[in-house]
Nanobody, 123 residues
């Protein structure tokens, strides 16, 4: 069973930065794509970014140029560096492991999810 544990959320002012981490269990982390999603109150879960097993990345238009996804396979960890944060970035952020090595913006292509970490951006 794969476990994903997010950390790094918190309260930050608009324009600030946060770095989210997601630690994964299992010995085959390196062979799977990983993704970050977010869900604001009353809204559907929204794709944020994804990284393939080979470190190719894909971003939602709303975060492109501000957020950076990366992974450290030696540490079984995926990161989301968030800069120039806006109040509309406020949400619970979830990391997820994909079904395979290729990245996707479709949540149905992910079968393991973390518990989420709250990010709140004040104006």
């Amino acid at each position: 069973q794969v476990q994903l544990v997010e950390s790094g959320g918190g309260l930050v002012q608009a324009g600030g930065s946060l770095r989210l981490s997601c630690a994964a269990s299992g010995r085959t982390f390196y062979s799977y794509a990983m993704g970050w999603f977010r869900q604001a109150p009353g809204a559907q879960r929204e794709y944020v970014a994804a990284i393939s097993w080979s470190h190719f990345t894909l971003y939602a238009d709303s975060v492109k140029g501000r957020f950076t996804i990366s992974r450290d396979n030696a540490e079984n960890t995926v990161y989301l560096q968030m800069n120039s944060l806006k109040p509309e970035d406020t949400a619970v952020y979830y990391c997820a492991r994909a079904l395979g090595g290729g990245y996707s913006n479709d949540p149905s292509q992910y079968n393991y999810w973390g518990q989420g970490t709250q990010v709140t951006v004040s104006s």
